[in-house]
Every structure is written in structure tokens, then in C-alpha cells.
């Protein structure tokens, strides 16, 4: 079993800044990849940023040059730094983990934190 925890959503101003967080923990051999996908009200959901056991990093197209997805040493953590935020960024955003789990690659998703980019 895998839990996600994820952290750092909240209300913020167009221009401003949020960090996102989310930590995986649980019964898993190995981290493939973990990323952040969002979903706003209306719309289908799409991807934010992944990053790989290798280090690849991947973004959405809205997001490039203002997003960046890191993680921590031990990999099992990743963070979203999000700049100059416009209120299209405005969703719930949800963590995914893809972890090798009985020679399965298996995938987990967080409950979701919720981004207002609002004046």
C-alpha cells in the first residue's frame, strides 16, 4: 500500500508564487517517476510536470518556463515550484506516483490540493 501526502496549496495573487510538495511512503521496491497533474473546474485533466527516476523532467505546455518539479535526494519526495501565476492556473492538483510494486509498475494518486490564483 502507498500514501501520498501533499502540501503547499492555498489562495495567491496573479504574479505570485506556491510551492507544492508531496511525499510518497509506503510498500514499493522503487520510484519510477512522480508528477503533478491538475484539473480545473470544467475541463479534463493534464499534466503539470513529471520527473523520472533518471532526472527527466517533463511539463505541460502552459507551464514551461514558469513551473519547475525537483525532489529530494532520497526521491520519494517531489516539489512544485510555480512562478508568475496567472488565474488559468486555478485547479485542484492532484500528485502521481508510478512505483514498482511485485514487478508491477503501479500507479497512485493523491486526494487533490487546491491552487486559487485570484485578486
Known amino acids: 500500500q502507498v500514501q501520498l501526502e501533499e502540501s503547499g496549496g492555498g489562495l495567491v495573487r496573479p504574479g505570485g508564487s506556491l510551492r507544492l510538495s508531496c511525499t510518497a511512503s509506503?510498500?514499493?521496491?522503487?520510484?519510477?517517476?512522480m508528477g503533478w497533474y491538475r484539473r480545473a473546474p470544467g475541463k479534463e485533466r493534464e499534466l503539470v510536470a513529471q520527473?523520472?527516476?533518471?532526472?527527466?523532467?517533463k511539463y505541460g505546455d502552459s507551464v514551461k518556463d514558469r513551473f519547475t518539479i525537483s525532489r529530494d535526494n532520497a526521491g520519494n519526495t517531489v516539489y512544485l515550484e510555480m512562478n508568475s501565476l496567472k488565474p488559468e492556473d486555478t485547479a485542484a492538483y492532484y500528485c502521481?506516483?508510478?512505483?514498482?510494486?511485485?514487478?508491477?509498475?503501479?500507479?497512485?494518486w493523491g486526494l487533490g490540493t487546491l491552487v486559487t490564483v485570484s485578486s
Open positions: 502521481n506516483v508510478a512505483y514498482w510494486s511485485d514487478y508491477v509498475l503501479r500507479n497512485y
Open positions: 520527473i523520472f527516476s533518471g532526472g527527466t523532467t
Open positions: 509506503g510498500n514499493f521496491v522503487s520510484i519510477d517517476g
